[in-house]
């Protein structure tokens, strides 16, 4: 069973425990008994653009649902008490063993979507990150617990259909249409 999100599949007021309880729009709860209000915020995500020394696209191949074997970007959601730049830092670090720093990124833009997972979809809002930090695809490793390999593909030549998740879709479209590859300084 699927459920539209979060703040349908309460059944009770986490307050109170009564059954009571009125939904406005697909983000907030309230209950009438206890008035209790749950608004059912977006998930922050971070995700990175990252090239190799020939100037390609490093896409993720993903290992797991949702949209298991499409391509992706490296990225996840922002934990608790973190800044996006440090969760970029972290999921680059956890995802492909790379060490960078803020020095290394750039904030490029932000998207909106939904994620579903177990059934429930969730509303996402992920900031995109440039990395001016070029990798070598010889020697670059990555998390074979999240990630089946990894593929450098040619701004020009990328095939979106490929790519499932939406708002990653949406991005890529966006930037190879912009030339915004063209224009990044990289590091040397």
């Given amino acids: ?30 209950c009438k008994d206890c008035r209790f209000i749950y608004f059912d915020n977006p998930k922050p995500g971070v995700s990175c653009l990252i090239f190799n020394h020939n100037k390609q696209l490093l896409f993720t191949k993903r290992l797991k649902e949702p949209m298991k074997g499409s391509l992706g970007l490296p990225g996840g959601f922002v934990d608790s008490n973190e800044t996006l730049d440090e969760a970029i830092i972290r999921e680059i670090k956890e995802e492909l063993f790379l060490d960078l720093n803020q020095s290394d990124i750039y904030y490029y833009g932000s998207s909106k979507g939904h994620f579903e997972y177990q059934g ?60 915004d590859y063209k224009k990044i300084n990289f590091k040397i």
């Fill in 1 to 30: 069973m699927s459920i539209k999100n979060v703040v349908n599949s309460y059944r009770f007021c986490p307050l109170c425990g009564k059954t009571n309880l009125l939904r406005q729009d697909d983000f907030m709860l309230k």
């Fill in 120 to 179: 429930i979809s969730y509303f996402i809002v992920t900031a995109w990150f440039i990395c001016r930090k070029t990798v070598d695809e010889q020697t670059i490793k990555f998390a074979t617990d999240e990630i089946e390999d990894l593929v450098f593909l040619d701004p020009e030549k990328i095939d979106f259909d490929l790519i499932k998740l939406p708002d990653v879709k949406n991005l890529m479209v966006k930037f190879i249409n912009k030339k």
